[in-house]
T-cell receptor
């Protein structure tokens, strides 16, 4: 079992829908990152969280440290949001970064 | 455009070939990273360089040999690779080696080993 699990693995939705991607982890962490990988490979860092909630445009990320869970929400989704979203945590035990397998999101026009 | 470039973007090589991947960053960062992304597997951090010194090597086989001649350039030298080494190799850079500093990724080199 991976130390970082994401769900769903794949998600297809219509333009305009509210999207939620989940990340659960089993290790103690000092920070959690959400990354976006577009077709072709380029990766962009979206958020770094250690508590609470962050918002950037239509993207919202939340984290619950007690429940070891984070969610990434996209409001008013658009086809250009189609990408793989990757959750990564920094282990507080050994400082290593552990990546989830990613969630592939496809927004239909 | 993230300010991190990688060449080549695609590479096909035989198991006996020697090739090199190149990464260049124009952001004034002093930490650089090599990642491997295989199909259906999470990203794997391979190497970390800070101020041109290797600070992390995550049990990577010796057929992968990194080189960081200066803070703007990072190479990954490849020799006698195996087909299972076929993957997307991503380079990233950050302002420092603190793992929570935002990393800026290059577009990747898609490597196929025949």
């Amino acid at each position: 079992k991976n130390e970082v699990e994401q769900s769903p693995q794949n998600l297809t939705a219509q333009e305009g829908e509210f999207i939620t991607i989940n990340c659960s982890y089993s290790v103690g962490i000092s920070a959690l990152h959400w990354l976006q990988q577009h077709p072709g490979g380029g990766i962009v860092s979206l958020f770094m969280l250690s508590s609470g909630k962050k918002k950037h445009g239509r993207l919202i990320a939340t984290i619950n440290i007690q429940e070891k869970h984070s969610s990434l929400h996209i409001t008013a989704s658009h086809p250009r949001d189609s990408a793989v979203y990757i959750c990564a945590v920094r282990s507080s035990r050994d400082d290593k970064i552990i990546f989830g397998k990613g969630t592939r999101l496809h927004i239909l026009p | 455009e993230t300010g991190v470039t990688q060449t080549p973007r695609h590479l096909v090589m035989g198991m006996t070939n020697k090739k090199s991947l190149k990464c260049e960053q124009h952001l004034g960062h002093n930490a650089m990273y090599w990642y491997k992304q295989s199909a259906k597997k999470p990203l794997e951090l391979m190497f970390v360089y800070s101020l041109e010194e290797r600070v992390e090597n995550n049990s990577v086989p010796s057929r992968f040999s990194p080189e960081c001649p200066n803070s703007s350039h990072l190479f990954l030298h490849l020799h006698t690779l195996q087909p299972e080494d076929s993957a997307l190799y991503l380079c990233a850079s950050s302002r420092g080696e603190d793992r929570d500093n935002e990393q800026f990724f290059g577009p990747g080199t898609r490597l196929t080993v025949l």
